[in-house]
């Protein structure tokens, strides 16, 4: 390819790149880089992004570009891990948006809470959401939501493959720090399985602007979201 060409991606597959599995196929990467991230590294201004049409349902986390551990500073989030009596069990930085935990984990305990909090790269109009089946607390500012996420598959391998995910538009305000909780709902507690779960935090812009090193055409409107019911 010469270097004087220009390289159009089309599609948000190129944005937000699905680069893992789930289940037994996802892992926790030292970093994730998408399409557009790692070609517009390489290549700057040359290359152009535009949204294309939506043709997937399947909600995927947020980018490490868009989050920031806000105990570290690194692109990622941060994740705390807690027994099901609320006795901490872990805490790290995570180079992305999406935890598997109670899996090989070697933990002493079953997991039952799982902490994610991130500080987010914009603020105002942002669809903010969560990945995974569980009773789950959203804190956005002063605002607290909660709701359940329920299976809808027919077992725990099709929820771990493509975990449900629920997410919404709302305002985000101030520092643009933001964290979701999820108390895991346990299954059977003889299983192995009966604490595993996929954690995961939806953010991301719902009509993408200029960036500083590509430019990005987006032309799709957000789907309209039934609101949350809230307490706090």
Do not use: C
Request: glycine share 10%; net charge negative; hydrophobic share 40%.
């Amino acid at each position: 390819m010469a270097p004087t060409s220009n390289i159009a991606l089309i599609g948000r597959h190129a944005v937000e790149t699905i680069d893992m599995g789930g289940g037994s196929a996802q892992v926790n990467p030292p970093y994730q880089a998408s399409v557009a991230d790692g070609l517009t590294a390489l290549l700057g201004e040359a290359v152009i992004v535009t949204d294309g049409v939506e043709v997937r349902s399947r909600q995927v986390p947020a980018r490490a570009t868009f989050v920031t551990d806000p105990e570290t500073g690194e692109p990622g989030t941060h994740v705390w891990v807690y027994a099901d009596d609320d006795t901490p069990l872990e805490h790290k930085h995570l180079p992305g948006a999406l935890a598997l935990v109670g899996f090989d984990d070697n933990y002493p305990a079953p997991v039952g809470r799982v902490v994610l909090r991130a500080r987010l790269a914009a603020t105002g109009q942002i669809e903010l959401g969560v990945v995974g089946t569980g009773n789950w607390t959203v804190r956005n500012g002063a605002e607290l939501t909660r709701f359940e996420v329920l299976s809808s598959s027919t077992g725990l391998g099709q929820d771990m493959l493509a975990p449900p995910a629920r997410s919404e538009v709302v305002t985000v305000t101030g520092s643009g720090l933001v964290e979701v909780e999820n108390r895991l709902l346990s299954a059977d507690p003889d299983s192995p399985l009966g604490n595993v779960g996929t954690v995961g935090l939806i953010a991301r812009s719902p009509r993408p602007t200029r960036t500083r090193r590509s430019r990005l055409l987006w032309n799709r409107r957000p789907t309209p979201m039934s609101r949350w019911s809230s307490s706090g």
